[in-house]
């Protein structure tokens, strides 16, 4: 068994920023990370909203600098995910990878939240090029352009609405003949010139040679199929937070995130909770990074507060 101050369960952009902070002020740290070091933000061809990059910066770039950060301050990455994680009586927590087991004083959550997807051929082909789950990320590439928005819900219509600022024209698709998103911003999208209506639709594929040209619509009543020409596809039928490990230790909000304060504490002594896996996050690199960082500075207030580690 392993024994650290600090265990972080999430290399994305609230992970890394936690690893660097926590590394930085001496404590042992260790984090988990099971599938690409980054997070969402690796998948991004240009960042150009995070601060100090004027340029913008390639995701997968921006990642292993962080990464390179956190290893200087002595921080460990560890390439397995946790499959258990549990509080003992005397307040440490136990996690279990697939070949160790690790003892840590304190638990910083940062698994993220995985978008809900449409599983539908080019979907995967074209993240990053064409295919969105951010508005507020990519909707400056698609100025002037003709542009797909997939969902009806509150994050469809305001996401949306934030695409118009830039997009031509918004074609919005739906799988219902009616939203689901608040009356506010239906009346504010149905008001909006910019914004079109596609009804009782789902998108069959996505279609493009290096970068989306279009789509494969289908109608569900008829079973028609047409095509629409887009230059982008922005997806928001929802979003999955990674909380698995949490459920029965720590509080969860109906959708499963982890309810936090404004410390980033979870109801549990010693268990935080950073990034997109907790409730009302920013769903932002730069928030991320933020609540990482804030999840850091409270996981060394809580340790200072103990007995010296025998």
Not at 97 to 107: I, K, L, P, Q, W
Not at 229 to 251: D, K
């Amino acid at each position: 068994m392993q024994n650290v101050d600090i265990a972080i369960i999430g290399g994305g952009g609230a992970g890394l920023t936690a690893a660097i902070y926590a590394a930085r002020a001496r404590r042992s740290t260790v984090v988990f990370e099971h599938k690409v070091t980054g997070g969402q933000i690796a998948t991004t061809d240009a960042v150009e909203n995070f601060p100090g990059f004027p340029n913008g910066v390639n995701g997968f770039d921006l990642a292993q600098l962080l990464v390179q950060q956190a290893e200087k301050f002595g921080a460990q990455l560890v390439y397995e995910g946790v499959t258990a994680l549990r509080r003992e009586p005397d307040g440490a927590f136990t996690l279990e990878t697939g070949s160790e087991t690790y003892r840590a004083r304190a638990v910083i959550v940062t698994a993220g939240a995985d978008y809900n997807r449409l599983g539908v051929p080019g979907e995967t082909e074209f993240t990053g090029r064409g295919v969105s789950w951010c508005a507020t990320c990519d909707a400056a590439f698609f100025k002037d352009q003709e542009v797909a928005v997939v969902g009806g819900g509150d994050a469809a219509l305001d996401e949306g609405l934030f695409v118009t600022r830039y997009a031509r024209k918004v074609h919005l698709i739906h799988r219902r003949n009616e939203l689901r998103a608040s009356r506010i911003l239906q009346e504010r999208a149905f008001a909006n010139p910019r914004f079109t209506f596609t009804w009782d639709t789902v998108v069959e594929t996505i279609n493009g040679t290096d970068q989306v040209q279009g789509v494969t619509l289908r109608n569900r009543k008829t079973g028609a199929t047409s095509e629409l020409p887009v230059a982008a596809v922005f997806i928001f039928i929802g979003q999955t937070p990674n909380s698995g490990l949490l459920r029965g230790l720590a509080e969860l909000d109906p959708a499963g995130h982890a309810i936090t304060d404004l410390s980033m504490r979870t109801n549990v002594p010693g268990l935080f909770a950073a990034g997109d896996v907790r409730a009302h996050a920013a769903r932002q690199l730069i928030a991320a990074c933020g609540d990482g960082a804030t999840a850091a500075i409270t996981a060394e207030h809580y340790l200072a507060s103990l007995p010296a580690a025998e």
